[in-house]
């Protein structure tokens, strides 16, 4: 396999999560009935460019299908990080009623009604239609195709260059990163902005936050790979904020290379950091297998003594770094009932791999479980304000990473 930034041979498997299905292919009761498809899932390090990487498998296609379920609306945490995000921009950069956000990735809309709502003109890159036709009930207008240099030629073609391009949590899941890139150039106005988040490399493995690792993340993301992909096609990061979102998340700042906006030194000081704390080296890749194997023997260990002891255990959250613990651990419904979800675009469905019933809250109410898994650990602080009456029938409530504790 090839680095698909640098074209460099990738040599060392970093980590290796055996073999699992795409982590948003939920299924119905009537597919339980057929073969499931499972594909490695492995991570890669380039030794020249230091871009983690999944083995090449699955398409994009596969994974990001028209009735993909994933659908930002549901966390309310992340619905105010938006709001906050839109509000602090559009200060920022003086956004108005002449200006054009677009964004890249836009989901159900749950960003781009705040722009909508502000009267600023906007328009929605989401390639899959489910979550595209919520958007567009909200007044969003979209465009259903995967984002790349044909698209953003098409978009300046119809005078739709933008003041700003919003790229949240998107550019890990694009399998032509470099294209992505380009794209960000072409569609850009001379003195736009493009704002990018995504989970911090760095923090994935500080925290060993394994559980982000799934196939519709092509890439795992540091601010030097960041600094490298788009100095390549013309662009420059200009300032960085750190984010508690998604178990730590950076925010990155770019224009085109020629603005003249000055480097912030926040900036520099999270270069600095990345390199000392080794992402420029094999330094800081030498122990992650086997931190993640103890996570999984310490959840496992766990959950079987306390079936042994006649313990109730549900979960909840059917996010997809709960499909990638699940399925790397081999659990199934003989250690965990059913998983608990907010979202009726999820309800009625089974977890890929595990095949665990999705419900909604009711039923945790009705079954009183002794113990609560809550896979997805990013939105922990919502989830137990949300579930404290759990407490009430001496229920606890536990996570697994970074570690096995109660909360």
């Not at 009604?113 to 909200?138: F, Q, R, W």
Request: include cysteine.
């Amino acid at each position: 396999m090839k680095c698909r930034h640098c074209s460099n041979t990738l040599i060392k498997t970093w980590l290796d999560l055996g073999y699992s299905p795409p982590s948003n292919a939920y299924l119905s009761e009537d597919s339980l009935l057929f073969p499931e498809t499972h594909f490695p899932l492995r991570l890669y390090v380039c030794d020249r460019c230091w871009l983690v990487q999944t083995e090449d498998y699955a398409s994009e296609k596969e994974l990001f299908s028209s009735d993909y379920a994933y659908f930002s609306s549901y966390s309310q945490s992340w619905l105010e990080h938006a709001s906050v995000f839109c509000e602090d921009i559009i200060k920022r950069l003086s956004l108005g009623g002449r200006s054009l956000v677009v964004e890249v990735a836009s989901n159900d809309g749950y960003l781009l009604k705040n722009m909508l709502n502000a009267g600023i003109p906007c328009l929605g890159i989401e390639p899959t239609d489910s979550t595209a036709s919520v958007a567009e009930s909200k007044g969003i207008p979209v465009i259903r195709k995967f984002f790349g240099t044909d698209l953003a030629e098409s978009l300046v073609h119809m005078g739709k260059a933008a003041d700003l391009i919003v790229c949240n949590n998107v550019l890990a899941h694009v399998p032509d990163i470099n294209d992505f890139a380009k794209g960000l150039k072409i569609a850009l106005k001379s003195e736009g902005t493009i704002t990018l988040e995504f989970p911090h490399l760095l923090q994935l493995i500080k925290h060993c936050q394994f559980d982000t690792v799934y196939h519709e993340h092509y890439s795992y993301l540091s601010l030097n790979v960041v600094e490298t992909v788009f100095k390549a096609v013309g662009l420059k990061v200009f300032d960085v904020d750190e984010l508690d979102t998604h178990g730590g998340s950076l925010r990155v700042f770019a224009c085109h290379e020629e603005d003249q906006r000055s480097l912030s030194d926040n900036r520099l000081r999270i270069l600095k950091e990345e390199e000392e704390f080794g992402l420029l080296s094999s330094q800081a890749f030498s122990d992650f297998q086997e931190r993640v194997l103890e996570i999984k023997l310490n959840l496992v260990g766990f959950l079987v003594q306390q079936k042994k002891d006649g313990k109730r255990i549900a979960a909840y959250g059917a996010a997809a770094k709960g499909n990638t613990l699940l399925n790397y651990c081999g659990i199934h419904s003989d250690l965990i009932s059913y998983v608990v979800d907010a979202s009726p675009y999820k309800q009625g469905l089974y977890m890929p791999g595990s095949h665990l019933p999705i419900v909604d809250e009711q039923v945790l109410r009705d079954d009183k479980p002794d113990y609560v898994l809550v896979l997805p650990w990013n939105l922990v602080n919502e989830i137990v304000v949300q579930l404290d009456y759990v407490r009430e029938w001496g229920g606890r409530l536990l996570r697994a990473v970074p570690r096995l504790e109660m909360m």
